[in-house]
């Protein structure tokens, strides 16, 4: 497909019952103008209305909103290869995994393929959480908090079935397990579909600022505000979210070589990392993200003028040791002679 725009795509994930069949079907059902792919995991579990497919193969049907449906026979790499190849013209696609899946290498399939990468690239990941039933789930799955922390857009569903307290005490539940994340409330998944597509969470050029959580007046709960802090550490069971701040610049080969180190070593536990950094002597911002210990950054955009200069990273994942983090992160200042100590351990 030389010269044709790549297809973003969205990961929508969330633990069973959640309501991702609901908000599915709106998609492959309602008229909203716009053409999607739905890639699932099983057919039957989305259960469409045979009266809305308006023709089917074994693995691809089309619904009459223009939309289309297409189910896992095996590998995603190969289901998502062999969409695009006969693809027509479809805006997203969106890929719902299993309830108890981690997003994690689903996501990781968009840093790794780069025959994938030239016709499509992962935009976010959205979760559906079921505000009746997300506290027993997170507090016995480790699937279940692992979403929730991944996601960069939460939508909190079946409000309905909960009070006005009860849903502050999820939202503040949601929240202390990723601070980073706009949070929308839903009945029957009945989110505006601008809300969890297009929210470029992993398109590096428009990577903003991480915003650690905010408990001050005036804040509007699900959405970022302006209060300034250094950092943040906040943590539900045993995931943590640290966010670290600095005004120095930053050596680029130093802290490119941390974050290699640091996400080859404690990969595994980290789960979502993501920081845009100022560079000494390039009037670029680098903008990097991290799933596990794949990494990808470049330098975007000149830093504008009057624009407050400064590098701001966070990490999500589990058993992060945050003074450790800050000393490495301190480490890579230009002009550090404690950098070449901290990076290779020479003396």
Known sequence: MPGEERIPVTVLTGYLGAGKTTLLNRILSEDHGRRYAVIVNEFGEIGIDGDLVLNSSEELFEMNNGCICCTV?????????GLLAKREDFDAIIIETTGLADPGPVAQTFFMDRA????????????LVDARHIAPRLADSREAAEQVAFADVIVLNKTDLVSEGELMEVEARLRRLNPHAPIHRSIR???????????????????TAPEAACDEPGHVHGEHCGHDHAHDH???????????????????????????????????DILRAKGIIDVAGDDRRLVFQAV????????????????????????????????????GFEACAAGNSETKHVMTGEK
């Not at 994938?116 to 979760?127: E, I, N, R």
């Not at 998944?189 to 990577?207: S, T, Y």
């Not at 407050?308 to 983090?325: D, H, K």
């Open 189 to 207: 998944a009945g989110v505006a579909l601008d809300k969890v597509l297009g929210r470029g969470g992993f398109v590096l050029d428009r990577i």
């Open 234 to 268: 906040v943590h539900d069971s045993d995931i943590t979210s640290v966010s670290l701040a600095s005004e120095t610049p930053m050596a680029a080969a130093q802290i490119g070589k941390w974050l290699e180190k640091l996400l080859t070593e404690q990969g595994q």
């Open 292 to 327: 596990h210990m794949m990494l990808e950054g470049d330098f975007q955009r000149l830093w504008k003028p009057g624009e407050r200069r400064r590098s701001v990273l966070v990490f999500i994942g589990r058993n992060l040791n945050e003074a450790a983090l800050r000393a």
């Open 73 to 81: 026979r095996g590998d995603l790499v190969r289901t998502l290869h």
């Open 116 to 127: 994938l990468q030239s016709k499509a690239f992962l935009d976010s990941v959205t979760v």
